[in-house]
Nanobody, 120 residues
Framework: QVQLVESGGGEVQPGGSLRLSCAAS????????MGWYRQAPGKQRELVAS???????NYADSVKGRASISRDNTKNVVYLQMNSLKYEDTAVYYC??????????????WGQGIQVTVSS
C-alpha cells in the first residue's frame, strides 16, 4: 500500500508564500516522478510542477518563476514552494507520485488533496 501525506496548505494573502510538503510511504515502492497538481472549482485538474528522481523539473506556465519544486529522495518527500501567490492560485492541491510497486507494477498514486486559498 502507498500512502501520501500532504501538509502546508492554508490561507495566504496575495503576494504571499507557502510551502507544501508530501511524504510518500509504502513497502517495495520505487518512486520515479513526484509532482503537484491542482484543481480549482469548476476547472479540470492541472499539473503545477513535477520532478524526476534525477532532479529534472517541469512547471506549468502559470507558475514559472513563482514556484520551485524539490524532493528528498532519502525521505521520499516532495516540496512545492510557491511565492507571489495570486488569487488564481486558489485550488485544492494534490500530491502525485508515479512509481513501481513490487508485484503490482507501475502506476500513479494521489494524495487526498490540500486546500490553498489566496485571499485578502
Amino acid at each position: 500500500q502507498v500512502q501520501l501525506v500532504e501538509s502546508g496548505g492554508g490561507e495566504v494573502q496575495p503576494g504571499g508564500s507557502l510551502r507544501l510538503s508530501c511524504a510518500a510511504s509504502g513497502t517495495s515502492f520505487s518512486i520515479f516522478t513526484m509532482g503537484w497538481y491542482r484543481q480549482a472549482p469548476g476547472k479540470q485538474r492541472e499539473l503545477v510542477a513535477s520532478i524526476t528522481s534525477s532532479g529534472s523539473t517541469n512547471y506549468a506556465d502559470s507558475v514559472k518563476g513563482r514556484a520551485s519544486i524539490s524532493r528528498d529522495n532519502t525521505k521520499n518527500v516532495v516540496y512545492l514552494q510557491m511565492n507571489s501567490l495570486k488569487y488564481e492560485d486558489t485550488a485544492v492541491y494534490y500530491c502525485n507520485v508515479y512509481g513501481r510497486r513490487l508485484l503490482v507494477g507501475i502506476g500513479d498514486y494521489w494524495g487526498q488533496g490540500i486546500q490553498v486559498t489566496v485571499s485578502s
